[in-house]
């Protein structure tokens, strides 16, 4: 089973900016999709960004398009995302996930999960 431990969450400003890294461990790294995924109070989770085991394809949610950037160094186990010119709507809680498989990721079904990470954006 693969730990992940997600960072970088806070407070922000609309059209600011904030980076997200989440670290995995237990599991060969490059083998695993990872994923990240938001949920909004009130709101039902969902996937925001996707990459695969060997960095593409990528997938992004129509949302955050343009805006984010999924990205992982081998180096460190990790995968970022990158978020810019965020908006009010982006707070959310923000889980990075693991799976051996990549659709199984983008379909939201994803076998790992970190605890989270609080994203706010105040307007």
């Known amino acids: 089973q693969v730990q992940l431990v997600e960072s970088g969450g806070g407070w922000v400003q609309a059209g600011g900016s904030l980076r997200l890294s989440c670290g995995a461990s237990?599991?060969?790294?490059?083998?695993?999709?990872m994923g990240w995924f938001r949920q909004a109070p009130g709101k039902e989770r969902e996937i925001v960004a996707a990459?695969?085991?060997?960095?593409?394809?990528?997938y992004y949610s129509d949302s955050v398009k343009d805006r984010f950037t999924i990205s992982r160094e081998y180096t460190k186990n990790t995968v970022y995302l990158q978020m810019n010119s965020l908006k009010a709507e982006d707070t959310a809680v923000y889980s990075c996930?693991?799976?051996?498989?990549?659709?199984?990721?983008?379909?939201?079904?994803?076998?790992?999960w970190g605890q989270g990470t609080q994203v706010t954006v105040s307007s």
């Open positions: 996930a693991a799976d051996a498989s990549y659709s199984r990721i983008v379909g939201g079904q994803p076998g790992s």
């Open positions: 237990g599991r060969t790294f490059s083998l695993d999709a």
């Open positions: 990459i695969s085991g060997s960095g593409r394809p990528t």
